[in-house]
């Protein structure tokens, strides 16, 4: 069974930027590609209602099998809604979505959304300066509202991997979720002091932790981070990270050479 992996496509923000139908340019990209399965790490077309949209065109234009987890972008919810809990609730319940283990070849996935804990971020800064920092510069204190701190968010996130991961400890397993996990893969910027600050809202080393704990973890799927890392052998598993991004990150002006660029194929 041959793997396409992907994540953060940014459809919405994508076509803003190029004023044209990149979703239809996608799909016909797709059509063209030899695979089996495609696993998409979130940040797919802006809110759950389009991601989950853009699920179903995928299998109807495909007719291939489909999987995927949210990303921060994709429960952003109005300013007048409650909370994410509901965008992140119709995407889990969709029968595409990682949320339960699912077998795929001769692996199980295991993972989820997951979310950002400062843990990343600056040593000598406290979380409370964190938090109140996140207000000016993240577009996730408008419009991704959890009720409760971003670290409970990543606590629930945690316990329920804990549990499907200690089920199914004799599983060759790839584990996804759409958080950066390892500090050594956060990006450093020697001439943007605020990019930098903000790699407290990249992830959590305690995913990186859990999942340390679990030797027949194969594979690590992640994005989030628009910095594109390929395969990589990384403490006794391979880390996937090849995020599509937005079109400032490419390397080049045309959307299908980047398509061609950042798919990641790998053999289940």
């Known amino acids: 069974m041959r793997a396409l992996i992907m994540s953060d496509l940014h459809l919405d923000i ?12 996608y799909l016909k990209w ?7 399965v495609l696993i998409l790490a979130g940040d797919l077309a802006g809110d759950a209602t389009a991601a989950l949209k853009l699920i179903e065109e995928i299998k109807e234009t495909t007719r291939r099998a489909v999987y995927f987890i949210a990303g921060n972008h994709d429960v952003w919810v109005p300013k007048e809604a409650n909370s994410s809990w509901e965008a992140y ?4 319940e969709n029968e595409s979505c990682i949320s339960s283990p699912i077998k795929i070849g001769d692996y199980t996935m295991i993972g989820g959304m997951g979310w950002y804990d400062y843990s990343l971020g600056y040593s000598h800064v406290t979380m409370n300066h964190f938090k109140e920092q996140k207000k000016h510069l993240r577009k996730d204190s408008i419009y991704a509202r959890w009720e409760m701190d971003d670290k ?9 991997w804990q549990h499907q991961l200690d089920n199914h400890r004799s599983d060759r397993v790839i584990f996804i979720n759409h958080f950066i996990p390892y500090k050594d893969f956060i990006t450093w910027h020697t001439d943007n002091e605020e990019l930098n600050f903000c790699n407290a809202y990249m992830g959590s080393e305690r995913i990186g932790e859990l999942l340390d704990n679990y030797k027949n973890i194969e594979y690590v799927i992640f ?7 390929g395969i990589v052998d990384y403490r006794g598993k391979k880390i996937i990270c090849q995020p599509f991004g937005l079109v400032t990150d490419w390397e080049g002006n045309s959307m299908v050479e980047e398509l061609d660029r950042v798919a990641t194929f790998i053999d289940l």
């Open 14 to 25: 994508n076509k803003e930027i190029l004023n044209g139908n990149v979703k239809s340019d």
């Open 89 to 92: 609730h119709s995407m889990n």
């Open 152 to 160: 409970e968010v990543v606590d629930k996130m945690l316990n329920q």
């Open 30 to 36: 797709l059509n063209r590609q030899i695979y089996d």
């Open 223 to 229: 994005g989030h981070t628009h910095q594109r890392y």
